[in-house]
């Protein structure tokens, strides 16, 4: 499956990324340019272990990432397929180079004969600048293990797979985009399932749609939107470094000094939705310029109710409103929510990622059995020396530093179990 030399995961562009990074980036570059920041990694899989040789292959990949650069032909396209990246930011992307030196991998061993273990990555520099590593380091460990370590799938079916999903969802009436990229099982993976949806999308004909990738690349490739906005660290950043007591108000202002109408897609969850919808009653005239909401955690059945009535007690319409779901949705989820959605009087879309661009069986199972995606996560987890932190919708599932967790919870009066 793999040739010696070859580097495993090594993406295919700079742009081979989603585009929120790159959005995230020019908001960081425009507010926060000299904001130190540092990356940890996590692995959620307990008594699942990396290979010495998964080790070595990656360390290898990510050393040679400084040869990624954003090539003419696509700073012209991403001017015009991307019009809210402003010159100045495109002529940085442009100079943008990875500096491999800014990321450390150690191999910390847990079997007698030292060839599996663990994995401790930590990224380290200006924000501005780490802020991009994120997407491609978990993409190229993935698909580094699934070539080294876990070995017993293959590539049959994957294509039709994604099509007949893609065709379910459009029937049904679902609008959704491919969110796949960080924890894909390789970049041919991504590349089939994309190509798949975009021929099921344009023999299907309905009310569904598929809107596009996060993958800027494939985006640029197959000719289709890139779709993204703002992920949680930008929340948990502005929070560290501005003070948590109106930290959502005041992450949503600094990005609307960014960017306008289509991007204002408000994630509701890095200190608990409750928090966020508390502030949020407290900003009318905010809630009305923005599009809609992000669910990312917790139960995503009782979020509709919720928001409604919270634009309810705001004097909005929430029928112009969009709720937008990204966590862990596969397709039966979808069409669920999309049911209560429509039910509720609110316009929804589905961000699915890891069921689209991981979902194999093993082969040694006759193709029964589940081969299972890594758990990984790359986190914010300090700017300026500060540590960040989040709380989400699952308040025992807390990241990052336990007095801070405490400090916010306190201020948000959310309870501390």
């Known amino acids: 499956m793999t040739r010696q030399g070859e580097l495993l995961g090594f993406p295919a562009s700079l742009l081979d990324s989603d585009l929120y990074k790159f959005t995230m980036q020019q908001a960081v570059l425009r507010h926060f340019p000299d904001v130190s920041a540092t990356y940890r990694f996590t692995h959620r899989d307990k008594g699942r272990y990396f290979s010495r040789e998964c080790y070595e ?20 396209w991403l001017a015009i397929a991307y019009p809210q990246f402003r010159p100045d930011y495109l002529d940085y992307l442009y100079s943008y180079r990875f500096k491999p030196d ?16 663990n994995l401790d990555i930590e990224a ?26 876990d070995t017993d799938w293959d590539y049959e079916g994957q294509s ?27 970049y041919h993976t991504q590349d089939l399932v994309v190509e798949a949806l975009v021929r099921a999308s344009k023999e299907m004909q309905g009310s569904g749609k598929l809107l596009g990738t996060s993958n800027v690349h494939l985006a640029h490739k197959y000719n289709i939107s890139p779709i993204g906005t703002v992920a949680h660290e930008w929340y948990m950043a ?23 109408d289509g991007m204002l897609l408000a994630l509701t969850d890095t200190f ?84 689209f661009t991981n979902d194999f069986k093993s082969v ?22 500060k540590p960040t932190v989040k709380i989400s919708d699952e308040l025992s599932k807390n990241t990052g530093d336990p007095e801070t967790v405490k400090l916010v919870k306190e201020i948000f009066e959310l309870p501390s179990e």
């Open 57 to 76: 292959r990656f360390r290898e990949s990510v050393s040679h990432f400084d040869r990624l650069q954003l090539t003419k032909e696509e700073r012209d």
């Open 238 to 260: 502005v929070g560290a470094i501005m003070g948590y007591e109106h930290v959502n108000h005041l992450a949503l202002k600094l990005w609307e000094d960014v960017y306008s």
């Open 124 to 149: 380290v520099g200006l924000w501005v600048e780490t802020i991009l590593w994120e997407v491609p380091l978990m993409a190229c460990l993935s698909e580094t293990y699934f070539c080294t370590v």
């Open 160 to 186: 039709e797979q994604a099509y007949e999903k893609g065709r379910t969802l459009l029937n049904a009436g679902c609008v959704f985009s491919e969110f796949g990229t960080r924890r894909r099982r390789s």
């Open 272 to 355: 608990s939705t409750q928090a966020f919808f508390k502030e949020f009653l407290q900003h009318p005239e905010q809630a009305r310029r923005w599009n809609g909401l992000r669910q990312d955690s917790g139960d995503p059945f009782v979020y509709a109710p919720f928001a409604r009535e919270i634009y309810r007690q705001l004097d909005i319409d929430h029928t112009e409103k969009t709720i937008i779901y990204s966590d862990a949705v596969d397709v039966d989820k979808a069409l669920k929510l999309h049911e209560q959605c429509r039910g509720y009087g609110f316009k929804c879309s589905f961000g699915i990622g890891t069921s």
């Open 364 to 385: 040694s199972s006759g193709r029964k059995g589940k081969s299972k995606a890594l758990n990984i996560v790359i986190k914010l987890a300090s700017v300026n020396g």
């Open 102 to 117: 800014q990321v450390h991998i150690q191999f910390i061993p847990v079997s007698e004969d030292g060839q599996y273990g």
